[in-house]
């Protein structure tokens, strides 16, 4: 079995930071993209940041200039720091990644339980 865990997450007012994390363990063969969703009271759950096993990112505008994902793949981590934070970034945050358990294993997503992250104004 998969497990994502994140950590990290928290209050913080406006205009600070935040650096989430998220490791992946158990059967594991390779990691293919990996990201970061949130999801707001009464909201979908939103693509904020994503990064191929490459390094290729791609970030929603919302964070552009903000926000930056990276990984360890000798961790299985994915990173997400967060600078200059906003009241509207408030949102549950979950980690995602697309992976193969086996070398003859289909590609399979997996999510984290997620972590809250509050900004006050």
């Known amino acids: 079995q998969v497990q994502l865990v994140e950590s990290g997450g928290g209050l913080v007012q406006a205009g600070g930071s935040l650096r989430l994390s998220c490791a992946a363990s158990?059967?594991?063969?390779?990691?293919?993209?990996m990201s970061w969703y949130r999801q707001a009271p009464g909201n979908q759950r939103d693509m904020v940041a994503t990064?191929?096993?490459?390094?290729?990112?791609n970030y929603a505008d919302s964070v552009k200039g903000r926000f930056t994902i990276s990984r360890d793949n000798g961790k299985n981590t994915v990173y997400l720091q967060m600078n200059s934070l906003k009241p509207e970034d408030t949102a549950v945050y979950y980690c995602?990644?697309?992976?193969?358990?086996?070398?003859?294993?289909?590609?399979?997503?997996?999510w984290g339980q997620g972590t809250q992250v509050t900004v006050s104004s």
């Open positions: 995602y990644a697309n992976l193969k358990m086996r070398a003859w294993s289909a590609n399979q997503a997996y």
């Open positions: 158990g059967t594991i063969f390779n990691i293919n993209g």
């Open positions: 990064i191929s096993s490459g390094g290729s990112t």
